[in-house]
């Protein structure tokens, strides 16, 4: 993957993994996902702008929580993680680039250390 693409890739700020919670990562996951998506669709030339592309990547992620059995409204560690799986299984199915699901993929990792050090009495509110 050349240098100039990956420069266009959402990266998680250090400042989102302070006071983590599982609301906060569900909706980090969402601008993630988001962020993901636009990438895809530039790739690909869609036209599509971003409120539009945000609405459908909330409804997304709400279905997929629905999908796994797991409620949107009160995430935990282990549904996001379902989650997050099912979207990157559903985002190869899309035709989403592989470099662009593993990159972001890892964005998210990230995110989910934070809220299992919180978790496990480093920082402790929930």
Same mark, same amino acid.
């Given at each position: 993957?050349?240098?100039?693409? /990956?420069? %266009?890739?959402? !990266? ?12 906060? /990562? ?19 030339? !869609?036209?599509? +702008? ?8 909330? +409804? ?8 796994? +059995? ?6 935990? +560690? ?42 496990? %009495?480093?920082? %402790?509110?929930?």
């Amino acid at each position: 993957m050349d240098e100039e693409k /990956v420069l %266009g890739f959402w !990266e998680v700020p250090a400042k989102d993994l302070i006071d983590i919670t599982p609301i906060k /990562v569900r909706d980090i996951i969402i601008h993630c996902f988001f962020e993901a998506q636009k990438e895809t669709i530039a790739r690909s030339r !869609e036209i599509c +702008n971003d409120e539009e592309t945000h609405n459908i990547v909330v +409804n997304l992620l709400k279905f997929t929580f629905k999908e796994v +059995n797991e409620d949107y409204d009160a995430p935990t +560690n282990e549904s996001l993680a379902k989650v997050v799986q099912a979207l990157a299984s559903k985002s190869a199915s899309w035709g989403t680039p592989k470099d662009i699901i593993e990159y972001h993929m890892g964005q998210i990792m990230k995110v989910v250390a934070a809220l299992n050090a919180r978790k496990q %009495g480093v920082v %402790g509110e929930e």
